[in-house]
Protein backbone atom coordinates (compact mmCIF):
# COMPACT_ATOMS: atom_id res chain seq x y z
CA UNK A 1 0.00 0.00 0.00
CA UNK A 2 1.33 3.50 -0.84
CA UNK A 3 1.80 5.48 2.32
CA UNK A 4 1.97 9.39 2.30
CA UNK A 5 3.37 12.34 4.20
CA UNK A 6 2.60 13.25 7.27
CA UNK A 7 0.79 16.66 6.02
CA UNK A 8 -0.34 15.17 2.37
CA UNK A 9 -4.05 16.52 1.40
CA UNK A 10 -5.97 16.30 -1.68
CA UNK A 11 -8.84 17.57 -3.37
CA UNK A 12 -11.11 16.63 -6.55
CA UNK A 13 -13.51 17.60 -8.63
CA UNK A 14 -15.78 15.47 -10.46
CA UNK A 15 -18.58 16.45 -12.92
CA UNK A 16 -21.97 14.88 -12.23
CA UNK A 17 -21.98 14.07 -16.18
CA UNK A 18 -19.16 11.10 -15.70
CA UNK A 19 -19.63 7.82 -15.84
CA UNK A 20 -20.18 5.49 -12.81
CA UNK A 21 -17.63 4.24 -11.11
CA UNK A 22 -18.28 0.53 -8.93
CA UNK A 23 -19.54 0.39 -5.83
CA UNK A 24 -20.38 -2.28 -3.24
CA UNK A 25 -23.39 -4.33 -2.91
CA UNK A 26 -24.30 -2.83 0.02
CA UNK A 27 -23.84 0.75 -1.48
CA UNK A 28 -25.84 -0.11 -4.19
CA UNK A 29 -28.92 -1.04 -2.32
CA UNK A 30 -29.18 2.28 -0.56
CA UNK A 31 -28.86 3.80 -3.81
CA UNK A 32 -31.62 1.51 -5.12
CA UNK A 33 -34.11 3.06 -2.98
CA UNK A 34 -33.23 6.57 -3.62
CA UNK A 35 -34.84 8.70 -6.82
CA UNK A 36 -32.99 8.58 -9.86
CA UNK A 37 -31.02 11.52 -9.11
CA UNK A 38 -30.22 11.19 -5.85
CA UNK A 39 -29.18 7.64 -6.85
CA UNK A 40 -26.62 9.07 -9.23
CA UNK A 41 -24.97 11.39 -6.76
CA UNK A 42 -25.11 8.82 -3.98
CA UNK A 43 -23.51 6.46 -6.37
CA UNK A 44 -21.14 8.89 -8.34
CA UNK A 45 -19.46 10.13 -5.03
CA UNK A 46 -18.46 6.71 -3.57
CA UNK A 47 -17.87 5.38 -6.96
CA UNK A 48 -15.67 7.98 -7.19
CA UNK A 49 -14.11 8.59 -3.25
CA UNK A 50 -13.17 4.91 -3.77
CA UNK A 51 -11.38 4.72 -7.41
CA UNK A 52 -9.77 7.62 -6.36
CA UNK A 53 -8.19 6.53 -3.35
CA UNK A 54 -7.30 3.03 -5.08
CA UNK A 55 -5.49 5.25 -7.22
CA UNK A 56 -3.87 6.56 -3.74
CA UNK A 57 -3.57 4.20 -2.03
CA UNK A 58 -2.69 0.98 -5.08
CA UNK A 59 -5.46 -1.18 -3.39
CA UNK A 60 -8.59 -2.20 -5.33
CA UNK A 61 -11.58 0.08 -5.37
CA UNK A 62 -13.93 -2.09 -3.63
CA UNK A 63 -11.40 -3.25 -0.91
CA UNK A 64 -11.21 0.82 0.33
CA UNK A 65 -12.85 1.07 3.49
CA UNK A 66 -15.06 3.72 3.25
CA UNK A 67 -18.01 3.57 5.79
CA UNK A 68 -20.18 6.88 4.01
CA UNK A 69 -24.08 6.59 5.49
CA UNK A 70 -26.58 8.47 3.57
CA UNK A 71 -26.58 11.90 5.61
CA UNK A 72 -24.46 11.38 7.91
CA UNK A 73 -20.50 12.27 7.83
CA UNK A 74 -18.35 9.54 6.14
CA UNK A 75 -15.12 8.21 7.55
CA UNK A 76 -12.38 5.73 6.85
CA UNK A 77 -10.78 2.70 8.87
CA UNK A 78 -7.90 1.13 8.68
CA UNK A 79 -6.04 4.50 9.60
CA UNK A 80 -6.04 5.86 6.11
CA UNK A 81 -6.98 9.26 6.60
CA UNK A 82 -10.00 11.53 6.54
CA UNK A 83 -12.43 12.52 4.13
CA UNK A 84 -14.74 14.99 3.67
CA UNK A 85 -17.70 15.45 1.08
CA UNK A 86 -19.39 18.18 -0.86
CA UNK A 87 -21.48 18.53 -3.63
CA UNK A 88 -23.46 20.81 -5.97
CA UNK A 89 -25.73 21.10 -8.31
CA UNK A 90 -23.28 19.48 -11.10
CA UNK A 91 -20.35 18.49 -9.30
CA UNK A 92 -19.02 17.03 -6.21
CA UNK A 93 -16.01 17.83 -4.29
CA UNK A 94 -14.08 15.11 -2.42
CA UNK A 95 -11.14 15.59 0.16
CA UNK A 96 -8.55 13.53 1.80
CA UNK A 97 -5.76 14.21 4.23
CA UNK A 98 -3.66 12.68 6.54
CA UNK A 99 -5.34 14.93 9.36
CA UNK A 100 -9.02 15.73 10.01
CA UNK A 101 -10.70 18.36 7.57
CA UNK A 102 -13.56 19.77 5.99
CA UNK A 103 -14.93 20.71 2.37
CA UNK A 104 -17.55 22.87 0.71
CA UNK A 105 -18.81 23.51 -2.87
CA UNK A 106 -20.81 25.80 -4.54
CA UNK A 107 -21.45 27.02 -7.84
CA UNK A 108 -21.03 31.32 -8.01
CA UNK A 109 -24.63 31.28 -9.89
CA UNK A 110 -26.43 29.55 -6.71
CA UNK A 111 -29.61 31.71 -6.22
CA UNK A 112 -30.50 32.56 -2.60
CA UNK A 113 -30.94 35.69 -0.28
CA UNK A 114 -27.53 36.99 0.30
CA UNK A 115 -28.71 39.85 2.83
CA UNK A 116 -31.10 37.71 4.43
CA UNK A 117 -28.51 35.30 5.04
CA UNK A 118 -25.81 37.39 6.25
CA UNK A 119 -28.22 39.58 8.19
CA UNK A 120 -29.36 35.95 9.67
CA UNK A 121 -26.67 33.99 10.33
CA UNK A 122 -23.28 35.90 10.09
CA UNK A 123 -21.88 37.90 12.69
CA UNK A 124 -21.30 41.42 13.60
CA UNK A 125 -17.67 41.83 12.38
CA UNK A 126 -18.50 40.05 9.09
CA UNK A 127 -21.88 41.88 8.43
CA UNK A 128 -19.25 44.68 8.99
CA UNK A 129 -16.80 43.60 6.51
CA UNK A 130 -19.91 43.03 4.03
CA UNK A 131 -21.98 45.82 5.03
CA UNK A 132 -20.32 48.78 1.88
CA UNK A 133 -19.96 46.30 -0.62
CA UNK A 134 -21.44 46.66 -4.24
CA UNK A 135 -24.52 44.30 -4.83
CA UNK A 136 -22.04 41.41 -7.04
CA UNK A 137 -19.27 41.88 -4.37
CA UNK A 138 -21.68 41.52 -1.79
CA UNK A 139 -23.06 38.21 -2.94
CA UNK A 140 -19.81 36.72 -4.13
CA UNK A 141 -18.48 37.11 -0.44
CA UNK A 142 -21.29 35.85 1.37
CA UNK A 143 -21.08 32.85 -0.68
CA UNK A 144 -17.46 32.55 0.03
CA UNK A 145 -18.26 33.27 3.85
CA UNK A 146 -20.81 30.44 3.49
CA UNK A 147 -18.40 27.73 2.28
CA UNK A 148 -15.84 28.06 4.30
CA UNK A 149 -18.64 28.24 7.07
CA UNK A 150 -19.84 24.92 6.11
CA UNK A 151 -16.55 23.34 5.65
CA UNK A 152 -15.48 23.79 9.38
CA UNK A 153 -18.76 23.02 9.97
CA UNK A 154 -17.81 19.21 8.21
CA UNK A 155 -14.78 19.25 10.30
CA UNK A 156 -16.66 19.05 13.30
CA UNK A 157 -19.36 17.08 12.32
CA UNK A 158 -21.47 19.55 13.32
CA UNK A 159 -24.95 20.58 11.63
CA UNK A 160 -25.62 23.88 9.57
CA UNK A 161 -29.02 24.45 12.14
CA UNK A 162 -26.62 24.49 15.16
CA UNK A 163 -23.49 25.57 14.49
CA UNK A 164 -23.88 28.43 11.27
CA UNK A 165 -24.47 31.10 13.65
CA UNK A 166 -21.78 29.85 15.65
CA UNK A 167 -18.67 29.54 12.77
CA UNK A 168 -17.09 33.02 12.57
CA UNK A 169 -14.59 33.32 9.46
CA UNK A 170 -11.88 36.21 10.04
CA UNK A 171 -12.14 38.75 6.70
CA UNK A 172 -9.01 37.39 5.34
CA UNK A 173 -10.51 34.57 5.40
CA UNK A 174 -7.66 32.25 6.68
CA UNK A 175 -9.34 31.36 9.76
CA UNK A 176 -12.47 30.21 11.64
CA UNK A 177 -13.36 30.78 15.07
CA UNK A 178 -16.25 28.39 16.93
CA UNK A 179 -17.64 31.02 19.64
CA UNK A 180 -19.15 28.45 21.78
CA UNK A 181 -16.62 25.37 21.75
CA UNK A 182 -13.68 27.86 21.26
CA UNK A 183 -12.01 25.98 18.34
CA UNK A 184 -10.56 27.62 16.06
CA UNK A 185 -9.70 26.24 12.45
CA UNK A 186 -7.45 26.82 9.44
CA UNK A 187 -9.08 27.93 6.12
CA UNK A 188 -8.63 28.20 2.49
CA UNK A 189 -10.50 29.39 -0.17
CA UNK A 190 -9.98 28.14 -3.73
CA UNK A 191 -12.11 29.42 -6.68
CA UNK A 192 -12.09 27.55 -10.15
CA UNK A 193 -14.25 28.18 -13.03
CA UNK A 194 -17.63 28.24 -12.08
CA UNK A 195 -17.48 27.02 -8.24
CA UNK A 196 -15.91 28.54 -4.84
CA UNK A 197 -14.45 25.98 -2.97
CA UNK A 198 -14.00 26.02 1.12
CA UNK A 199 -11.66 24.16 3.67
CA UNK A 200 -11.33 23.62 6.97
CA UNK A 201 -8.29 21.89 8.97
CA UNK A 202 -6.92 22.15 12.36
CA UNK A 203 -3.09 21.65 11.35
CA UNK A 204 -1.51 24.99 10.19
CA UNK A 205 0.91 23.31 8.03
CA UNK A 206 -1.75 20.99 6.71
CA UNK A 207 -1.41 22.66 2.46
CA UNK A 208 -3.39 21.10 -0.50
CA UNK A 209 -0.87 19.16 -2.24
CA UNK A 210 -2.69 18.45 -5.07
CA UNK A 211 -6.22 19.34 -6.74
CA UNK A 212 -7.61 17.65 -9.40
CA UNK A 213 -10.62 18.45 -11.79
CA UNK A 214 -12.47 15.67 -13.29
CA UNK A 215 -14.72 17.73 -15.56
Known amino acids: MKTSSQNDSRLWVVSLKKEIKPITEKEKKIASKLSPFKAKEYTLVRGYTRFLLSKLFKIPALDIPLNAPLGKPPFLEDNLGYISLSHCKDSILIGWSNNELGVDIERKDRSFCAKGIANKFYSAEENYFLKNL ?26 IANDLSNWEVKSNFRSSFHNLLKIKLETSFFEFDEWLIGIAYKNPEQKIKKMTFII
Do not use: H
Not at 144 to 155: C, M, P, Q, T, Y
Open 134 to 159: GDDVYRYNVLKFWVLKEAAIKWQRGN
